[in-house]
């Protein structure tokens, strides 16, 4: 694992430096693969990025969009992952519908759709059971309780080591997540963290000893590139 661990002055500068990294790492994706294959991040950190990529002069037709995990919510409701990345980028672009590879939310039962997202992954990357893929970049924000994607302290997901795809749960609330074990194949994974109520999260997440089922996001160690890109607020107490 290759870390790299950036403080920027203020938010602003930190999606910009995020946006020069993803842009950079899609291209040579593209340039060595023929596709880039990226997994978004939810909440509200990344969505100034997501508007910024859709800015970007990209060969549309050869980036593939996927998420890192989503709410068990409708397409069209207002905390739907899915709902903020196309409003802030992906409505803005003409990238074929085909690339867009949301996760299914809409059968009423969470651990079907989680199988299901598995085998379209499954079959978009041509693997079998017990195989993972490699994607290109995997955008990720931690909670002030240090989770990440929706892999939340001391639940059932973080156990789940031999799939793709695992039910998370928020306050009993049934989310679809990236396993750890996915995340940790991808060639690059990059943090983005703003604001001060992040200081605690990342205090333990860089801990040298901490327990991981406590803090999760300390699970995600991947075998490609992990970047850390932090605003002043959230990164002014790690030294
Ligand atoms: C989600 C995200 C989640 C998010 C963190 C940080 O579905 O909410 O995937 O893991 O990245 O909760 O959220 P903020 O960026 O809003 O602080």
Known sequence: MNKIVEVLPDKAILIARALEVVVSKMQAAIEENGR???????????????????????????IHVFWGDER???ADHPDSNQRMARLAWLNQVPIPEANIHPIPTNGENPAADADKHEAQLQEFFKITQGEFPNFDVIL????????????????????????????????GQPRITFTAT????????????AGAGKQQALAQIFAPEADSLTYPARLIQPQGELWWLLDHAAGKNLN
Request: proline share 4%; glycine share 8%.
């Open 140 to 171: 990720l924000g931690i909670g002030d309780d240090a989770h990440t994607a929706s892999l939340f302290p001391h639940t059932e997901a973080l156990q789940v080591k031999q799939r793709l795809i695992a039910v998370g749960n928020k306050d």
């Open 36 to 62: 880039c294959t990226i997994a978004l991040a939810g909440g509200g950190t990344p969505k100034p990025l997501y508007e910024a990529i859709a800015t970007e002069a990209l060969e549309w037709d050869k």
């Open 182 to 193: 996915l995340i940790n194949h991808a060639k690059c994974v990059m943090f983005l963290v």
């Open 72 to 74: 068990y919510v409708e």
